[in-house]
């Protein structure tokens, strides 16, 4: 199995120590990406076909505990609720698990606890891969590079390599076939002024998991070889963007890099939307709003849900405009 050869090869020797400490504890931030990944070039490592950027979205995310459970079995808490382990989220987690597990009577107590509501479109495995594997770290005293930690939360799931860090991030998408030069890379960049607004049109569970639509997207699609230069195109004018606070242009490239790829979704086979009638509803306001002079863009993920991006000294508009916002400011609320 390719995943465990590459655990195997970042933790070197320190593969088998026990863990350190009785427990440990790390929090990880959700990320939204402004340029999204959307396909992957191999399945087992979650090596992607283009590079992402994202944004982490400070205190939301995801803590997460780590001890040793002592009866036979893992047992996964999440908010407060012990996990049923046919779960597929349960097996995921357990998968992730067994790549770390140093004894075959070694057996974890993971206590997660998210504010943001999980498999909605909201990165909730993000920050929880990203959480998971900083607490492994602390508790089994690896002492590993930041790089490191991003490759091993990318195994748990792709997106989870950009939540080791606040602020922007950069997911290298590499070249290696073992992918140990495709993880996230933090930019210096702060933006106190750029505001995220979660526009939460449903909590429920999605009905197609991003990583089937993402390879139904790859497989069927007709238009999906356009994808990676739109995405190089976007990456590539959305760094000076950044440098310069041009907020017009990074909610432009954010928006339209979101519609592009929910585009590829509805043309694939069965096609996929992950929109209500909700979800229209909002980004029909953003619009006229925009046409209204408010400068106010969204992007959208695998799931309903909406992102609204603009700009501290526009909050109470947004405020008036949509009283159900869920305002973050990722460069001050840490
Ligand atoms: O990492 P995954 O498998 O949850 O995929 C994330 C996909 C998107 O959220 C839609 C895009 C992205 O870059 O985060």
Redesign the pocket.
């Known amino acids: 199995m390719k995943k465990k050869e590459i655990v195997e090869a970042i933790l070197g020797k320190q593969r088998n120590t026990l863990p350190a400490i009785p427990n440990a504890q790390a929090f990880a931030p959700t ?3 402004l340029c ?3 396909g992957k070039r191999d399945r087992e490592l ?1 090596l992607p076909l283009t590079s ?1 950027l ?1 944004i982490s979205l400070g205190k939301k995310g995801t803590r997460t505990e780590v001890k040793k459970n002592h009866a036979n079995h893992d047992e996964i808490v999440l908010n407060q609720q012990s996990v049923d382990p046919s779960s597929s989220f349960c097996k995921r987690l357990i998968e992730f698990l067994d790549m770390f597990r140093t004894d075959e009577n070694l057996y974890f107590h993971i206590n997660t606890e998210t504010n943001i509501p999980t498999a909605a ?1 909201l ?1 909730s ?2 920050s929880g891969f990203a959480a998971l594997v900083l607490a492994l770290n602390k508790w089994f005293n690896w002492n590993l590079k930041e790089q490191e930690l991003s490759i091993l939360a990318r195994l748990g ?4 390599c ?1 939540s080791i860090w606040p602020g922007f991030v950069e997911w290298q998408m590499g070249k290696r076939e073992d992918g140990m030069d495709s993880y996230g890379v933090s930019i210096s960049e702060v933006w106190p002024e750029l505001c995220i607004g979660l526009m939460i049109v449903s909590g429920k569970e999605k009905p197609v998991s ?2 089937e639509a ?1 390879q139904r997207t790859v497989t069927t699609s007709p238009f999906y070889s356009l994808w990676p230069a739109k995405v190089n195109e976007d990456m590539t004018a959305i760094k000076p963007v950044i440098q310069t606070r041009d907020f017009d242009s990074l909610g432009k490239i954010a928006e339209s890099d979101a519609m592009a ?1 929910h585009a590829l979704m509805l043309s694939a086979w069965p096609p996929i939307n992950y929109a209500c009638p909700e979800t229209v509803l909002i980004m029909q306001k953003v619009w006229e709003l925009r046409r209204d002079n408010l400068p106010v863009y969204f992007t959208q ?2 799931g309903p849900n909406l992102k609204l991006i603009f700009l501290k000294k526009n909050i109470s508009q947004i405020q008036s405009a949509f009283p159900k916002v869920d305002i973050i400011q990722p460069f001050i609320d840490k």
């Open positions: 990320n939204i990406a999204k990944y959307w979650n992402s994202s479109g990165a495995s993000a799931s792709g997106s989870a950009r991003s990583r993402m790829m993920d695998a």
